[in-house]
T-cell receptor
């Protein structure tokens, strides 16, 4: 059974700092991994989707890497801003299905 | 990009009543939609997979008679919480994937906060 762990559970940084969020998964037989952002009381916004054949994806100040063999992914946020404050979730498919398994998320606070 | 609309965003209902939540794919057809539940400070847990034109498949431990799912068209899935009780209070989110969306992955609705009093 796929399990996803995210570390740290919470992170507070000053504005402008670069930071890394970590995600690990137990079953490396995944075909993709997706990072989401969730604002309080809101749904999920897709940030980056990495296919299993890729090692990283970039979107603006965000860069996500994937190491399937070690069961790890990182989300790098450059030059953090207060607007980046949110909970970040990573998710991988369960087995070969379309069902997603989520980590508990990292709650990020960027202080002005 | 693909857009999923979920309604209502918030609902308060009395214990024993039923509540219907709608999930629509606005600019694509979704043969499959997913319903998740999220408790405070917890991750999303998949409740069921909604299949257009057929019965939904429920995850272990989810009561199919309490959480009725209907996927009558390629753009609409509904979740009805029947005979709601306070322990059903939670945040419910639906998602779908645009099969023609390439690398877009899954798109989520904005969620529904259900409070049963």
């Amino acid at each position: 059974k796929q399990e996803v762990t995210q570390i740290p559970a919470a992170l507070s940084v000053p504005e402008g700092e670069n930071l890394v969020l970590n995600c690990s998964f137990t079953d490396s037989a995944i075909y993709n991994l997706q990072w989401f952002r969730q604002d309080p009381g809101k749904g999920l916004t897709s940030l980056l989707l990495i296919q299993s054949s890729q090692r990283e994806q970039t979107s603006g100040r965000l860069n996500a890497s994937l190491d399937k063999s070690s069961g790890r992914s990182t989300l790098y946020i450059a030059a953090s801003q207060p607007g980046d404050s949110a909970t970040y979730l990573c998710a991988v498919p369960q087995g070969g299905s379309e069902k997603l398994v989520f980590g508990k998320g990292t709650k990020l606070t960027v202080n002005p | 990009g693909a857009v999923v609309s979920q309604h209502p965003s918030r609902v308060i209902c009395k214990s024993g009543t039923s509540v219907k939540i709608e999930c629509r794919s606005l600019d694509f057809q979704a043969t499959t939609m997913f319903w998740y539940r999220q408790f405070p400070k917890q991750s999303l847990m998949l409740m069921a997979t909604s299949n257009e034109g057929s019965k939904a498949t429920y995850e272990q431990g989810v009561e199919k008679d309490k959480f009725l799912i209907n996927h009558a068209s390629l753009t609409l899935s509904t979740l009805t919480v029947t005979s709601a009780h306070p322990e059903d209070s939670s945040f419910y989110i639906c998602s779908a994937r645009d099969p023609a969306g390439g690398n877009y992955g899954y798109t989520f609705g904005s969620g529904t906060r259900l409070t049963v009093v």
